[in-house]
């Protein structure tokens, strides 16, 4: 989105916020008006619906609210007459006593069949960094529980969210925030959403990933609470992608309207956010940051819905030149028994702040600290930190590093593609083989005072010549010899890298076999 139309679209959103702080002195009907510019409000779930069949919501350049209309009053509610005509008197403002947040990132599985999100733990980071922040988010750092990547497990999910942390410590009048970043399939009658955790393979979804409607559902319950505003910045699998080219919005606006809960969602499909690669984290997560902090955090979630939507809406990406290619477009769900809860900040002041370093990395990571000297040494600093927005940085610092890897990896690995020519199957193994086994058998130090015997193990050689995954195949039946032969394997790496025109890996069968003597 060009610079100057953002401009203008944060200092309207800004203004948003300066009328929300002192709407009690203005008139109910220019608060309203102002507010609703830009929204386009669907009640009956026909209005939204664009594709008979594909469960997507129809795209119309705003940010789409679906929920219970605030406009309209149950039967006998009395309404108040001016010289203006009835009014509907003024509903009281919620009152918000806590804030807690549970934020989760996965962006790697160990199913390879999923393909991995770019910017998952990055998005936690951010977000995490804005929530915090004593002048914009105001959450208390220990209010705030972050997991990310492989400590993200369906067991310390269920933990976080329903079953330990989150419903021990929030009660009915506090607000609570959830952000999910991962993929997701649908159950086999398309009826609910299994979000993936590191660890969840696809073969067996129902049992190892999680159900959105239960985390939902057990929340609202457990705590009784009605302020839940849940952030989706969720993606399906490519396969489930090409099943469902219309998405599953419909399914989303289910189970917003079943769980209670108000649904911010990073695209009204469901097929994932759009990534900003300069900023290394998705437009959702970044545009929600810009809107917080343009109105001091006293932006409504409302308004700060609309700002991300419009930018999105006219969002074209420069070096993309295909006509029609998708782009996300944010999708806000508010909650019918809570409409109020979508007018509120994420940015309310509810008590004294700390500072960052009070931010806990969630139970797994706790345990996980247990046999992990460095880990358990790095998380102590934290928590002792004075310095906790520095040590965050240094986090986002971290994952910015990690991402700058991976991507120069991949470059590196699509050069090689490109510059080997040759197919493997023409490639002179024979003088590389012979150095192989020259280098092993040099590092190889023969056990004495035994019988002959004989090792067969398999390893493989990467591209750069690293040996990896060895392991014994035939046992000599004694230890000593079977882990001589490991260790020479271990010695012997790096051999030199394979030669040009040679796959990434390649798998070799070594058989070790000596005669040994008693001298």
């Known amino acids: 989105m060009p610079s100057n139309s953002r401009e203008k679209t944060l200092k309207a959103m800004s203004l948003s916020a ?36 594909g469960g997507g919501l129809a795209r119309d350049g705003g940010v789409r609210q679906i929920g219970q209309d605030s406009a309209q009053t149950e039967p006998g509610t009395a309404r108040t007459q001016t010289k203006n005509g009835p009014q509907k008197p003024k509903a009281p403002l919620l009152t918000i006593h806590d804030k807690w947040a549970v934020l989760v990132g996965v962006g790697h599985y160990q199913d390879t069949a999923v393909k991995p999100i770019k910017y998952a733990s990055r998005n936690v980071l951010s977000l995490t960094q804005t929530l915090c922040d004593p002048q914009i988010g105001h959450f208390l750092p220990d209010h705030v529980l972050v997991a990310t990547e492989d400590k993200v497990t369906r067991q310390t999910l269920a933990d976080s969210t329903w079953e330990n942390w989150l419903t021990k410590r929030a009660l009915p009048n506090d607000m609570i925030v959830l952000y999910i970043c991962t993929r997701f399939v649908p ?26 409607s239960s985390i939902l559902g057990e929340v609202r319950r457990r705590t009784q609470c ?34 209670g809960a108000s649904i911010f969602c990073a695209d009204d499909r469901m097929l994932g956010s759009t990534d900003d690669p300069q900023a290394r984290q998705s437009f959702f997560v970044e545009y929600i940051g810009e809107g917080m902090k343009a109105g001091g955090g006293a932006m409504p979630i409302e308004a700060i819905a609309s700002y991300v939507s419009q930018i999105m809406v006219n969002y074209k990406d420069p070096a993309d030149a295909k006509a029609g290619d998708y782009h996300s477009h944010p999708l806000l769900f508010a909650s019918a028994e809570n409409p109020d809860l979508v007018k509120m900040p994420l940015g309310m002041s509810v008590h004294k702040n700390g500072d960052i370093a009070g931010v806990k990395f969630g139970k797994s990571l706790a345990a996980v600290a247990q046999t992990d000297p460095a880990l358990a040494a790095h998380l102590a600093a934290l928590d002792q930190s004075t310095n906790g927005q520095g040590e965050l940085k240094q986090l986002l610092k971290a994952q910015d590093e990690a991402a700058a890897r991976a991507e120069k990896e991949e470059k590196e690995e699509q050069e090689d593609e490109n510059d080997d020519a040759a197919p493997a199957e023409n490639v002179d193994f024979a003088p590389y083989m012979a150095a192989m086994k020259k280098s092993i058998q040099a590092k190889w130090t023969t056990p004495k005072g035994l019988d002959q015997k004989t090792v067969v193990a398999v390893f493989s050689i990467l591209k750069d010549g690293r040996i990896a995954e060895p392991e014994i195949v035939e046992s000599s039946g004694n230890s000593t010899i079977d882990q001589s032969a490991l260790k020479a394997l271990a010695d012997a790496s790096p051999l030199p890298p394979l030669p040009k025109g040679a796959p990434k890996k390649i798998q070799i069968r070594y058989k070790f076999d000596w005669k040994v003597t008693n001298k």
């Not at 507010?35 to 209005?47: D, I, K, R, W």
């Not at 159950?187 to 959105?212: C, G, M, Q, R, Y």
């Not at 302020?227 to 919005?249: K, Q, R, W």
């Open 18 to 53: 300066i009328i929300y702080l002192s709407r009690r002195q203005l008139p109910a009907f220019a608060l309203s008006l102002f507010l609703l510019s830009g929204l386009q409000y669907a009640f009956e779930p026909a209005a939204a619906i664009a594709h008979g069949g």
């Open 187 to 212: 159950t086999d009658d398309v009826s609910d959403i299994l979000l993936l955790t590191s660890e969840s393979k696809l073969a067996s979804k129902e049992t190892s990933a999680t159900s959105l």
């Open 226 to 259: 009605k302020n839940i505003i849940a952030m989706l910045d969720i993606a399906p699998t490519e396969a489930v992608a090409n099943s469902y080219p219309y998405g599953f919005g419909l399914l989303m606006q289910s189970i917003a309207k079943k769980s």
